[in-house]
């Protein structure tokens, strides 16, 4: 044991954290799933983590074959199994035999996985203080990954998983989340479908999509040529104007409903969505602003003076050069804008009496009532995610992308 030093050690204590870790939540989630009362057997999870990655590390990370990690998931299963009185998630094993073995085997599979990732490239002899340190970070990143997947995941699992509940199950066992398929289409989706036919969440989407594209529209097309007059042009008081964009989110939103209120009132556009589409817009051009000069000064002048210098006026530049390479902190902003006008509440709230005109998110907040079930509340909140979710996946192309390479001949 000579050999082992203070990485073999601090890999040990790392293994029994990431096997109580585990262990915890992958029986948790076998709770949620099968509606079976189990029970996370942290200690002995914390014991097997510790033994497999005294397997693991015991050799060199080159040396660390599947064969090897085979081995060490055998050597945590029966260490689980045999620490916890063969109960390795609370129940005997008689008892919902086969999820028992494939959530167990899960747990191993991410232990091994978890270890090996936090020690690899380290042996037992590397002791230096760098050596130390990364091992440190490589275990803070991934306990931080695991705890951001929890939080963004977790509320939309439960939610989807309730919204496929029927009253009488959710009020029997809050806790069980599992799905019975053979109850056929209409009745596993049969929220969804009465929220479509007798609340009226089809004119929901479209008043919510037709304002939402409408403000990114609007605010894109002030946006971008105010964005691109603050970062290039010269004009007095342009320090201070690029400086103070952001100002009007110094002002409470809830401060100017009031006025607004009285205001739309009068104008007799209180109570229709092209008061939201004037109002969304005033809220969102100035972070549009800010987040597109910021990507207009970053662009090389020099694409922009060779254009002036071939004879294009400056709108033409803009036009033909500046927003075909800015299209990725446009679609960025877009969908930053879309996000707020599809979720937007206040405004909706106070300008919104007439049922066929609410937004998705008026219409949410008529479900939560004690007289409307709670999957559809729970069925409501998935509608309105997944939109979202589905675009940025979709936008996410634009995001990552460098439209400026190439854009420069050499």
Known sequence: MSRFGNIFYLCLLFGALWGAIATLLITLLALFISGEPFQPQITAGAIAGLITAAVLTGFRSERRTVG???????????????????????????TYSIGQLIFTAIIAFLVVQAIHLNAIGFGPCRERRYNVEVICLRFIKGFGIVAFTIAVALPFFVMVMMSLKNQQLLLSNPLDFSIDFSQGFSALFRSYIEL????????????????????????????VPGAYAVARLKFPGQNFLSRSILLIYMVPMIVLVIPLYAIFSQLGMRNTLWGLMLVYPATTIPVALYMLQGYFRGIPAELEEAGLMDGLSRLNVIR???????????????????????????????????????????????????EVPRQHLMAGAVIATVPVLALFLWFERFLVAGLTAGSVKG
């Open 320 to 370: 033909k050069i500046t927003m075909p390479l800015a299209l990725p902190a446009m679609a960025s902003v877009a969908l930053y804008v879309f996000m707020i006008a599809w979720n937007e509440f206040l405004f909706a709230f106070m300008f919104l009496d007439n049922v066929d005109l609410y937004t998705l998110s008026r219409g949410i907040a008529e479900l939560n009532s004690s």
């Open 68 to 94: 090897i990690r085979l081995l060490a998931g055998l050597a945590f299963i029966l260490v689980l199994t045999v620490g916890s009185g063969a109960t390795p998630m609370g129940l005997g094993l008689s």
């Open 196 to 223: 479509f036919s007798q609340y009226h969440f089809g004119s929901y989407l479209m008043n919510s999509a037709m304002v939402s594209v409408v403000t990114v529209l609007i605010t894109l097309f002030f946006a």
